[in-house]
């Protein structure tokens, strides 16, 4: 079970993010190092339902694996079901429940978050998928929040019944619901249950470079790291982050012209893999993922600015030639690009 989790590697997780992780970026991210990666969570009741939408997110290639599906829900014996249906559809190398979404629309529902208020139902829900998905020799991980706020602070008490119920593995975002994405990751709390527990804990929170990765092994005993929003706009970070435990030093900033190529290549799988829309309205969908690809680009203001209307792979291509041609010129790139 959880091979990846009882060897001498280390593995690194692509965090499950909605309307970002999708099929095309999990493809990206594994050519750049990324060693688990797990779907945008989707919603039990929309795969017991047949929903062609909600099941467009459970898709994955062969080449992405190991790759879990992650589910969210309130009533284990229903996501047990939907648990069972997505492996006899797809066999993925594990169900990952979302015990940790803060979003309002998902806690609303009783979903994510919300659970971490009722240790009991969260109990039920866990014990109800596991003993669902057991026979078909699937495993079963979780991901958790730290607790709900500063004064329910219980992701000791959360893992324990997760390992008691049957929960192969879990994954503790270091903040409580209430902080959202705000203020600081608590790693104190992750090492504690890393030490508490005896199933793997994978830690996530406020990781963005190899160092960050090396200290969170070195201080605790987490078994893994899951990394989400700096591979939003650095999704290098896997292949530096590995380079970074192999060598002990930073290597050194992808190139411009790679990140710009990198840019093209996700908007030219995304026109071609669309079943929603033609160039226009891909591109235009992808003006905030383009944007945040250019935050750790000098002058990157300059992109963003002209990223804000893109609508053509022609003119994605005019606004790369224009930064490449102006940075060609100037010897300081702290020198701003003209708007």
């Known amino acids: 079970m959880l091979p990846w989790l009882h060897n001498d590697s280390f593995p690194l997780y692509l965090a499950p993010m909605a309307g970002v992780t999708d099929q ?27 929903d062609e939408r909600t ?43 979302n015990f940790g979404c803060p979003v309002n629309k998902v806690v609303s529902k009783n979903g994510g978050s919300a659970l971490l208020r009722d240790c009991p139902l969260l109990e039920s829900v866990a014990r109800g998928v596991a003993d669902a998905v057991r026979p078909t020799g699937v495993p079963v991980t979780a991901k958790i929040r730290i607790g709900w706020d500063a004064t329910q602070i219980n992701a000791l008490e959360v893992a324990t019944r997760l390992q008691d119920c049957g929960i192969a593995a879990v994954t503790i975002h270091g903040r409580t619901r209430a902080q959202g994405y705000t203020g600081l990751a608590d790693w104190d709390v992750i090492g504690q249950v890393a030490e508490s527990v005896a199933i793997p804990v994978i830690g996530n929170g406020d990781v963005a470079t190899g160092a960050d990765v090396e200290v969170r092994r070195a201080q605790t005993r987490v078994r893994g790291i899951m990394i989400g929003r700096a ?35 996700h908007c030219v799988l995304a026109i071609a893999h669309s079943t929603r829309g033609g160039e226009f309205e891909v591109i235009r969908a992808m003006r905030s993922r383009l944007m945040h690809y250019t935050r750790s680009l000098p002058s990157g203001k300059f992109l963003r600015n002209q990223f804000a209307s893109v609508g053509s792979l022609m003119q994605l291509d005019d606004i790369s030639a224009a930064y490449l041609e102006h940075r060609s010129r100037v010897e300081d790139d702290s020198l701003p690009l003209p708007s």
């Open 24 to 50: 095309i970026f999990r493809g990206l991210c594994k050519e750049l190092g990324a060693d688990v990666m797990v779907t945008e969570f989707v919603s039990a009741e929309g795969i017991l339902q047949a």
């Open 55 to 97: 099941r467009h997110y459970t898709e994955f290639d062969e080449a992405q694996r190991p790759i879990g599906v992650q589910l969210f829900g309130a009533d284990g014996k229903r996501m047990g079901e939907a648990a069972r249906k997505i492996i006899d559809r797809k066999q993925p190398d594990f169900i990952d429940i």
């Open 231 to 265: 591979a939003m706009t650095n999704p290098w970070v896997f292949q530096e982050a590995r380079h970074y435990l192999s060598h002990g030093v930073q290597p050194d900033p992808v190139p411009a012209e790679t990140r710009l190529a990198f840019m093209r290549r």
